[in-house]
């Protein structure tokens, strides 16, 4: 396994342009912010955006919060990424988050000097310090309803109020980026339902699976993920509650795995028993 990493002062566009680098330098994970970024998608790791101080926050960001560095080495032996691109706001920094995680000596620093103007970069700390935005790398998702013909908005905020208003504690907003080296993600809502279909079908206690509806639930302008609900005939001579459960937890995995986009509910409904003859 290979490091290399992206230096550059707070709010001068690191995260915005860190899928480009990994990209041109080979990377398959992301360390930033304290979160661990696998192909795209968070496995493991908590945001330094979500601490209340700035302290903790810089505590989060080098793993030295009990537990943290554990989870994220753990997911590093799990997904086995061939190269680590860490982001950091200087090279004392990237060295403390390496040596806290056990990862080889860093083999490449690239400073965001070199691959962003001074425009660019004040137009990154703008949006950071005017609008509290702070960018994670990871590709927009939308959902594309089948039976409409049109987009619903992009996921944009992961850290908001209960309420309409966007969060404004300092830095703490926390956005996708909707322009990223990958372009934007459609998901037409049928490829989920075909997802569905296929999980549950792969069980031998599920007859028949109909009438599965996918709708992305919203509050205000904060994003409440996707509300997934069936019909379903199992087979006689099971007990429904422990199958159905196991049903739901395997659906949920595999829609997020495979889509990135968050569950809220799966609804099950047993309309029948089917009984072999």
């Known amino acids: 396994m290979d ?3 992206l230096v550059g002062p707070s709010g ?18 992301i360390i930033d912010d304290g979160i661990l970024i696998k192909d795209g998608k968070i496995v493991a790791g908590s945001s330094a955006k979500k601490e209340q101080s700035k302290i903790m926050a810089v505590r989060r960001a080098i793993f030295v ?29 990237i060295h403390k988050i390496s ?30 310090l005017k609008e509290g935005k702070h960018i994670i790398p990871v590709p927009t998702i939308e959902l594309k309803p089948h039976f409409s013909g049109f987009l619903i908005d992009p996921l944009q905020s992961l850290f908001k109020r209960p309420t309409a208003s966007r969060r404004r504690l300092g830095e703490k907003s926390i956005v996708r980026p909707v322009f990223s ?31 599965i509806s996918v709708r992305r639930m919203k ?5 409440q993920g996707l509300n997934i ?12 509650p422990t199958l159905i459960k196991e049903t739901q937890e395997r659906v949920r995995d595999a829609v997020e795995f495979m889509t990135g986009l968050m569950v809220r509910e799966i609804n099950i409904m047993v309309k029948a028993l089917y009984v072999e003859a």
């Open 12 to 29: 001068t566009g690191k995260s915005h342009r860190a899928l480009m680098v990994a990209k041109q330098h080979g990377a398959d994970a």
């Open 181 to 211: 080296y990958y372009g934007k993600l459609i998901i037409d809502d049928s490829a989920i339902k075909a997802i569905v279909k296929a999980v549950m079908r792969a069980k031998t206690f599920v007859s028949k699976v109909s009438k």
């Open 99 to 128: 040596k806290s995680l056990d990862l080889p000596p860093i083999s490449t620093i690239i400073h965001i000097e070199d691959i962003a103007s001074k425009a660019e970069m004040a137009k990154a700390r703008f949006y950071r």
């Open 229 to 240: 609900s069936c019909e379903v005939i199992l087979t006689y001579g099971n007990h429904i």
């Open 219 to 223: 509050k205000g302008d904060e994003d």
């Open 65 to 93: 919060l009990p537990g943290h560095a554990d989870e994220v080495r753990e997911a590093i032996q799990k997904v086995r990424p061939h190269r680590i691109l860490i982001l950091g706001t200087s090279e004392n920094m």
């Open 3 to 5: 490091v290399i990493a």
